[in-house]
């Protein structure tokens, strides 16, 4: 009788939780939704979330062909199981500030499956460098198969660990000069201290670009502040829709003056 007190007090507890964010933004309440459905999916299944989406991609996409990867990822999320891909539609305004930065060096902030450095990665010059930075070990397996079935395993390099203990070890472990580039696209309550960390490591130059996702779902209120009011970026605010639904996001440019 105490437990079954104890689980109905705890589902009340849960759905006026939810109640609230759906009150407060109804994105952020249908990812809830959709994740906590995908993690009892889970129990059940041999593979999670992120091994059923590379399962679909080695069944369904062409190896060696990046653009069938994405397409093939971007099918599987928006018809079966939401997940934290860029996603297409601001991935083609990533696949344009690429291609008009056409970076030597550069750097993402968080892989998940490796969906954006993939995107990314089949825009590169040969001689590129890029690092993508991911802390969850099985999504940084998930991603080194992707980027492997993609072909670009040679043009990406995965470093495995936190953004904060990595960006430090750049220039002499990784003999990075400065950044071309840098896709922040990890928690979003780090998205200023690690745009700090970058600045303090000087790893930035005059030019360099940073392009942040998801600044609008689930937002990132205390980096865009920063980066648009501390006189050292030139932003552009570029208006989207949050991946695989139909709600407003956006991702932020900001040009670093040197
Ligand atoms: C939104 S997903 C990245 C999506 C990916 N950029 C894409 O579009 O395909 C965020 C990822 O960042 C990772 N992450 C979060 N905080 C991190 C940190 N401090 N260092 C490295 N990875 C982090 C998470 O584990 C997660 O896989």
Known sequence: MVEFCSVLCGLGAFLIILFYFYKKNRAIAKIYISEICNRIKDLFMALSKEERILEFVLKNAVRGDPDS??????????????????GNEKGLILDKIVKETN??????????C???AVRIGRLLKPDARFFTLEV????????????EFAGLKDKVQILEG????????????????????VFVDHWKDQYKPDTLLLENC????????????NVIVPGAPDFLKYVR???KYD??????????MNEDDALEKAVFRG
């Open 114 to 116: 490796g969906y954006s």
């Open 229 to 231: 009011t501390c006189g």
């Open 136 to 147: 969850n070990p099985k999504f940084a397996d998930v991603a080194r198969q992707m980027l």
């Open 235 to 244: 932003c552009t605010n570029y208006l989207s829709h949050l991946e695989y």
């Open 162 to 181: 936190a953004t904060y203990d990595i960006i430090p070890q750049l220039k002499k472990k990784y003999e990075v000069d400065t950044l071309d580039f």
């Open 202 to 213: 000087n790893l930035l130059r005059k030019g360099s670009v940073i392009l942040a996702d």
């Open 69 to 86: 990867v994405v397409d093939t990822i971007d099918r599987y999320c928006s018809s079966k199981e939401w997940a934290m891909n860029v």
């Open 103 to 112: 970076p030597s060096v550069l750097v993402e902030l968080g892989t998940y």
